[in-house]
């Protein structure tokens, strides 16, 4: 029972490099998410999709771009990495349409150079 | 689109002590407000959630309240412990239908004392 599997976990990237952060999940959920994680900034939402073929803007999504390929899956794309972006980002999935818990992957520290 | 707002941003309490979180939403459509820890180089964990049609939950030392008329909900752990410390996420969502967003505070940094 893996949960939520987010790859790579460590990423180093040169300013202008693109770079695409894949997520899974393995427990049937509908809705899935990406954050960042800055410090003293909290979990800031990228993108979300509430089911399966939609996707919606959250409050920081410029520069970045997002796929759900299928129930389980949902990437996160940098096409021209700035340091800007530099973070922790962590993927998260819930059984939204009844309001249950997310689950969390274990995050991807990235640095962008 | 909702916000919520968390307070304080960091809490220090001696062990054995109660500590209280405090946030607020501005949609008055959220209707799922769980409260994450995440404990240092780790994932958040769900610790304690709570619905918009219940006032209070409780589970062991932990409990929550919430204020639909004020838009506001607090986090309380009561007799503490240095294992209790970590940083508290507040998070606000709606669930049902097509609305899927969970939006998070900025959290609180918790220092139990021993």
């Known amino acids: 029972n893996a949960g939520v599997t987010q790859t790579p976990k460590f990423q180093v990237l040169k300013t202008g490099q693109s770079m695409t952060l894949q997520c899974a999940q393995d427990m049937n959920h509908n809705s899935m998410y990406w954050y960042r994680q800055d410090p003293g900034m909290g979990l800031r939402l990228i993108y979300y999709s509430a089911s399966e073929g939609t996707t919606d803007k959250g409050e920081v999504p410029n520069g970045y771009n997002v796929s759900r390929l299928n129930k389980r899956e949902f990437s996160l794309r940098l096409e021209s990495a700035a340091p800007s972006q530099t973070s922790v980002y962590f993927c998260?999935?819930?059984?939204?349409?009844?309001?249950?818990?997310?689950?969390f992957g274990q995050g991807t520290r990235l640095t962008v150079v | 689109g909702e916000n919520v707002e968390q307070h304080p941003s960091t809490l220090s309490v001696q062990e054995g002590d109660s500590a209280v979180i405090k946030c607020t939403y501005s949609d008055s459509a959220s209707n799922y407000f769980p409260w994450y820890k995440q404990e240092l180089g780790k994932r958040p964990q769900l610790i304690i959630d709570i619905r918009s049609n219940v006032g209070e939950k409780k589970d062991q030392r932990i409990a929550v309240t919430l204020n639909k008329t004020a838009k506001h909900f607090s986090l309380h752990i009561t007799e503490t412990q240095p294992e209790d410390s970590a940083v508290y996420f507040c998070?606000?969502?709606?669930?049902?239908?097509?609305?899927?967003?969970?939006?998070f505070g900025k959290g609180t940094k918790l220092s139990v004392k021993p």
């Open positions: 998260a999935s819930s059984g939204q349409l009844d309001g249950t818990e997310a689950f």
């Open positions: 998070a606000a969502s709606r669930y049902g239908g097509s609305q899927g967003n969970l939006i």
